[in-house]
């Protein structure tokens, strides 16, 4: 995708989005609403043209050759609906007839773990059972790409827990996906590179490392100091540090050379953790920024 562009008449939707994705990598999309996300994927995916800009998914545009690509892609909905008088064998034997050359119904059903259920009817099935059934019908077609738009949405923690197996078992597949959620510590695991979107354009992209390094945000570091311990209030650290009913508590950009401060100033550090910056503690400041930040 090269300088893509999306207006509907004199409002920017999409105002320069650059990226390309590998085969076999989780790319997850970020964003408050109306960034852009859900534009950027229904262009992916052939459902809408760009005013402006380059298309390529596996090697054709989606737009103006939609066959080529669409034989070879899978899609999970926010929402599906489903026929609730089948099985869901049936429903899956129904939906592989669509493709030249599906991928076994056993083999469906063992991916996404509803081998047990594939006599039970449609209707019968758990909203989690139901979000996997997607899942299997989405990949009926052996797909190359999958786009998964917000996948977990409503979910209780044990199905979303049980949505990220199955997606994480589609990437050993060597399958290319590309992920929208609104869920943080849901990209932070699963995804392989994150592009956030703001305003229509992409504020920084990369792994959650990388990101949480682009929003210069600090490490955190305690420890909990013995009682025999005095506090040095001359102690020097790389970064700001107060100590709180006997805990030591670091924010600093340096973490290698604190950690080397505190062993050389104490003889042991009980109860140390060392806290990186995450993925969520940097996103208001990603997409806050007024340009992109650079890599």
């Known amino acids: 995708m090269r300088e893509l562009h999306k207006s509907y008449g004199d409002q920017a939707v999409l105002a320069g989005i650059n990226f390309e994705i590998d085969s076999g990598e989780v790319f997850a999309l970020l964003g408050p609403n109306g960034a ?82 594939r006599s039970r009817l449609v209707r019968r099935l758990s909203g989690g059972q139901r979000r996997r059934l997607d899942f299997a019908l989405a990949l009926a077609g052996d797909p190359d790409v999958i786009f998964l738009d917000e996948p977990t949405t409503g979910f209780d923690p044990e199905a979303r827990r049980r949505c990220w197996a199955a997606i994480e078992n589609l990437s050993t597949l060597g399958k290319c996906i590309v992920l929208t959620t609104h869920y943080l510590d849901e990209a932070e695991r699963l995804a392989d590179r994150i592009a956030i979107l703001a305003d229509g354009r992409i504020r920084a992209m990369g792994t959650a490392v990388e990101l949480a ?83």
């Not at 380059?54 to 609906?81: A, K, N, S, Y």
């Not at 669509?98 to 773990?113: G, K, Q």
């Open 213 to 295: 390094h682009l929003a210069r945000a600090p490490t955190l570091i305690r420890l909990r100091l013995p009682a025999s311990v005095p506090l040095d209030s001359e102690l020097v650290l790389d970064g700001a540090w107060f100590c709180d009913n006997g805990t030591l508590t670091v924010r600093t950009h340096h973490p290698s050379a604190v950690l080397q401060e505190l062993i050389h100033a104490f003889d042991e550090l009980p109860a140390l953790v060392v806290t990186p910056p995450n993925l969520e503690a940097n996103y208001l400041t990603l997409v806050a920024d007024t340009e992109p930040l650079p890599a």
């Open 36 to 117: 852009g996300k859900t534009t950027t994927v229904e262009i992916l995916e052939g459902y809408r043209d760009p005013t402006a800009g380059e298309v390529g998914v596996l090697g054709f545009d989606p737009w103006t050759h939609p066959i080529e690509p669409r034989e070879r892609t899978g899609v999970v909905l926010q929402e599906c609906g489903f026929p609730n008088h089948l099985r869901v064998r049936e429903l899956l034997d129904a939906w592989r007839g669509y493709y030249r050359e599906p991928r076994p119904t056993a083999e469906l059903l063992e991916l996404v773990e509803l081998t047990a259920e």
